[in-house]
């Protein structure tokens, strides 16, 4: 058997608020900063949603993205 690797794909762990319901994709960054700025600047769909880049934690090399509706599309 045979897999493919996904070029524009990476794992993420989706998660929601309880308390207030908002959506969040956690993503792992092993190698800190330089993952992290590979990724910061770019809009995540999962699941019908948009996500949007709002921190990391590098004590435990995670990367945190929330949903947001309020993404533009660039015109070329």
Not at 27 to 46: A, E, R
Request: hydrophobic share 35%; with cysteine; charged share 25%.
């Amino acid at each position: 058997m045979n897999a493919t690797i996904s070029p524009n794909e990476i794992p993420v762990m989706p998660t929601q608020r309880q308390d207030d319901g908002t959506f969040w994709l956690v993503v792992d960054v092993p190698n800190g900063w330089d993952d992290v700025k590979k990724i910061c600047k770019k809009v995540l769909n999962y699941d019908g949603r948009k996500y949007v880049f709002m921190s990391w934690n590098s004590d435990t090399n995670r990367a945190n993205f929330k949903a947001s509706p309020h993404v533009a599309t660039i015109s070329r």
